[in-house]
């Protein structure tokens, strides 16, 4: 019901996404800085057996006062930030504090179960809560509005923590099925990181492989 409620079909198979908006950066003294604009494109992997590694492909790249913030990408096989290249391998697994909601695509997969927990509210909405374990034992929490079954909440653990999402501010845009998080709130052991706003989104449009390879840095937002 709820890959239902986020798109069906196009939800649990969108091949590509594009999210654009602006993110708000918390520091350790409870400071912030405004990351605007922000962007990520996904590729996404037909199947998943690891619901927390690196799959598909990714790109983030943020903005502040006309400067580039923060630029990194995945293509598949490598890592990459501003400098180019990763050439240390190991700078794939920072992705595993990042990969987890997409696990609710693949929910219903061959070796994927799914476990009820207790039910709690979210951000005062009551939430049905279910426990996803991948085909490699992974975990994943999500939590379900109870009235529309928008997700409002998923966590895990990394190796940063106990990770917590929640989402809120859904909207939809005409001629397409897909209901989107306007607004995301990440917490590592239960403190705020950041909150990402996103204001619009895309679904289905072809990527060039060079989007995710970076070899040198943009004098532009590339989404714009």
């Not at 190991?90 to 693949?106: L, T, Y």
């Not at 426990?131 to 409002?152: A, H, Q, V």
């Amino acid at each position: 019901m709820a890959q239902e409620a986020a798109g069906g079909e196009t939800f649990i198979s969108p091949g590509t996404l594009l999210l654009s908006g602006y993110n708000i950066i918390y520091d350790e003294g409870g400071e912030s800085q405004i990351w605007d604009p922000y962007a990520m494109w996904r590729e996404f992997s037909d199947q998943k057996t690891d619901a927390h590694s690196a799959s598909g492909k990714v790109r983030i790249e943020a903005w502040r006062e006309a400067r580039l913030a923060m630029l990194l990408s995945f293509d598949g096989e490598a890592t990459y930030n501003e400098s180019g290249r990763m050439a240390d391998r190991s700078a794939n697994a920072m992705w595993n504090s990042n990969f987890g909601f997409g696990a609710i695509r693949n929910a219903l997969d061959e070796g994927w179960t799914q476990q009820r927990r207790a039910d709690r509210t979210v951000d005062g909405k009551p939430a049905y809560m279910v426990e996803l374990t991948d085909p490699d034992g992974g975990k994943t929490l999500f939590g379900f509005d109870r009235g529309n079954f928008d997700i409002l909440y998923v966590g895990f653990d990394t190796p940063r923590g106990w990770h917590e999402r929640r989402y809120s501010d859904y909207f939809s845009k005409p001629d397409i099925n897909w209901r989107q998080a306007g607004r995301v709130s990440l917490f590592y052991n239960g403190v705020k990181a950041n909150q990402a706003v996103w204001t619009d989104f895309k679904v289905g449009e072809v990527f060039p492989d060079s989007i995710f390879v970076i070899d040198k840095i943009p004098e532009n937002p590339t989404f714009r």
